[in-house]
């Protein structure tokens, strides 16, 4: 049992040390990673720009039908006002007419 003890705390230690050291990064490996993150940069800043030129393309939509609903609206009210002063005239006409 002590053996086992033993071996096992050797161990232990043993793979300890072996964790302990790291294995130093390559030039080229640095430089792969460099030009990966730089590439992953890029990309996002890409992504992002195209975020915002849709964005803004979208705010620009919603402002455009904001003012053509606005132009409608007053289109409506105008025409609604002129068949209301249509009729009321109609009716001016008649009540003179009946009077005479």
């Not at 086992?4 to 792969?32: E, M, N, R, Y």
């Not at 402002?63 to 009321?88: E, G, P, Q, S």
Request: hydrophobic share 45%; aromatic share 2%.
């Amino acid at each position: 049992m002590n053996k086992i003890i033993a071996t096992l705390i050797a161990g232990l230690f043993a793979t300890s040390v072996f964790a302990a050291q790291t294995t130093p990064a390559t030039t080229a490996d640095s430089k792969v990673v460099k030009a990966d993150a730089k590439e992953t940069k890029a990309v996002v800043k890409a992504d992002a720009k195209l975020e915002k030129k849709t964005a803004e393309a979208n705010a620009d939509v919603a402002v455009a039908k904001a003012d053509a609903d606005k132009t409608k609206a007053k289109a409506h009210k105008k025409a609604t006002k002129a068949k209301v002063d249509a009729k009321a005239t109609e009716a001016k006409k008649e009540v003179d007419a009946a009077a005479k």
